[in-house]
């Protein structure tokens, strides 16, 4: 309950409307026995539009309407209707849109493949925008066409057959006690890593000319508008206590989702559509670092934050401190995007988001309070100019290669084949060029001011990004094992290659993709099974494989000694329909179960009540388990606790009832 509070408490502060900006609404006319006309209509709450279905590329996602059983239980006759639009300039896309405004109605008419078709559902994907923010949405809907049926026979249930699927799924473990002792690395040192991760990103921020020009006009603001320099220095730490505060409450809601539902942080990560869009925003952002346009506060909402902090006292200082995170998320929005990205990937992502953000809000809070005890420290700090413009440009070329990121990941996860490992590295070392070029001085941008001579402090970066560039070259190469290491992670895995290969798995290593196939392997060859919970967009899956698994003591063991089953929690590809089946939760939701990843995502969580990746179990082909299970840790304790599994493998196998314990 106090996390929803303060999830709550962080909308209302932020001024978003406390309903949905868009509700629909939906109505069916029947034509004849078997065609149909399907009515959607979107109410649009004030000052919000919805797009619509017609929109150029590069713009916002269009409203769209997905069907349930597609030419397979109906048929669409003709396109979507939509009523009439608005077509206008739209600043925040810089082109001409069509949206609506105040209501919306769209018609489809379908024509059933199927006489005895009870429902038609689907989903309406959308996104709406008002001057301020936009939302994207997967509103599902659902038409009754024979409402003289029973509803409750229409509804969502566990058929006999999805019941038998889900048992199917359970494992008869044995050792279950292991799973309550996890081996992963100490936690705590782990949330103190992403902490520091965090206040290094806000320092970085703190350069940018964002930030770096308000911190000395804001201490001196409260310096002097104080009757007394204690009171100064209060209201100076007050304002940095709440910047902190103010960037812990952006990951409250993410607290909020995992409650509800332990999949959905890895879900929201892994989905294609979110990374294409994490994409669209990077390089959106990069290109205004470089000088092309600039990002600002809309007018209306900067009045607002102004009046609010104009009231004095405690609130004010709020609202001062809210107006710094709004107007500086042109550059802190990035290095968000890539502390979201990196935690919601793995066990407990929330938690470790809020120290991400906690060490960020820390970095930011600093500068205000130690100037504010120590004023005469404000006549050292450099002034503004040129030199920001280099920060802030190096930057939006470091955005331009975290795009890339994301946008591989949507590569993964889909299976599209375009952006495989060379290519990935050959775009950042051209990035990387591109970045030395600029620092060289013969490369300039809109804002940049002609230099006759360049910084120490820049030939030392200058130099770095050299070196970064002779390290990017073996990448390209055939042979990647052992290489670029210091990236892992990063780059895709070094199997999904532009060169042939024999293995699909890491390393070249011998390993199956589906459960029950590797099991009876191992049964057959007598050997203990190393169940890998991986996925393709993850980071630490990545670093676990390139930096543990190649190391000669790891490679030996798991090369000779296991049979590796890699169970994809990401993977989107479509079980075929007899092998679809809908699942039910110990909450009572249902959901159905339609891609690969889903299936291995439910399998996990079912047996092992985990829904982090990497996650590694050690067992036997019966489903004993033999240690502990282990997540992402170092090569010394991932070499020990495989020979420990081993170790107790061997002594099962020489008891006379061997499974017996």
Known sequence: MIKKGFFLLFFWTLGLQAQEPVVWTTNLEKITDMEYLLIFKASVHPKWHLYSQNLPKDGPLPTEFVFEGLDTALELLGKTEESKTVTAFDPIFEMDLSWFEGEATFRQKIRLLQPELVTVSGEINFQACDDKICIFRSEPFRFVLDPSKSISKTQKTVDPESLKKSEALELPLKNRQFLNLNQSQNSDN???????????GGFIALLTPCIFPMIPLTVSFFLKQSLSKSKGVGRALIYGFFILLIYILMSLPFHFLDELDPQILNTLSTNIVMNLIFFSVFVFFAFSFFGYYELTLPSSWGNRSDAASAGGGVLGIFFMALTLA???????????????????????????????????????????????????????IPKSGGWMTKVKVTLGFLE????????????????????????????????????????????????????????????FFTFLVLMFI????????????GRLTLLSGFPPPVFYSVYPSD??????????????????????????????????????????EENVWSRPEVFRLLNEEFV?????????????????????????????????????????????????????????????????PIQYTDTATYRDWLQSGLELHRQIAKQPNRYAF
């Open 190 to 200: 782990h949330l103190l890593n992403l902490f520091l991760l965090g206040f290094i």
């Open 326 to 380: 709004i107007v500086s998320f042109s550059c802190t929005g990035p290095i968000l995007g890539s502390l979201l990205a990196s935690s919601l990937t793995v066990e407990g992502g929330a938690d470790q988001l809020t120290m991400g953000m906690a060490g960020f809000g820390f970095a930011l809070a600093l500068p205000f309070g130690l100037l504010a005890f120590f004023p005469n420290a404000l006549k050292s």
């Open 400 to 459: 331009l290669a975290l795009a890339l990121k994301f946008l591989s990941n949507a590569d993964l996860v889909g299976n599209w084949g375009i952006l495989k490992r060379e290519i990935f590295v050959g775009l950042w070392l051209v990035i990387a060029i591109l970045l030395f070029v600029y620092l060289m001085g013969w490369l300039r941008f809109p804002y940049d001011v002609k230099e006759t001579k360049i910084s120490k402090g820049q030939r």
């Open 470 to 481: 002779f390290y990017l070259i073996p990448g390209l190469g055939k042979n990647q094992d």
């Open 503 to 544: 293995s699909e798995c890491p390393l070249g290593l011998k390993c199956f993709k589906d459960y029950e196939t590797g099991r009876a392997y191992a049964e057959a060859e007598d050997k203990p099974i190393l169940l890998d919970f991986t996925g393709w967009a993850c980071v630490n899956c990545r670093k676990m």
């Open 564 to 628: 590796i089953i890699s169970l994809y929690i990401d993977d989107r590809k479509e079980l075929p329909k007899a092998l679809k089946f809908n699942f039910q939760y110990p909450n009572g939701k249902i959901k159905t179960i339609k891609t690969l990843g889903e299936k291995w995502a439910t399998f996990q969580s079912l047996n092992f009540s985990s829904a982090s990746q990497p996650y590694y179990v050690l067992m036997t082909a019966d489903a004993t388990i033999l240690n502990p």
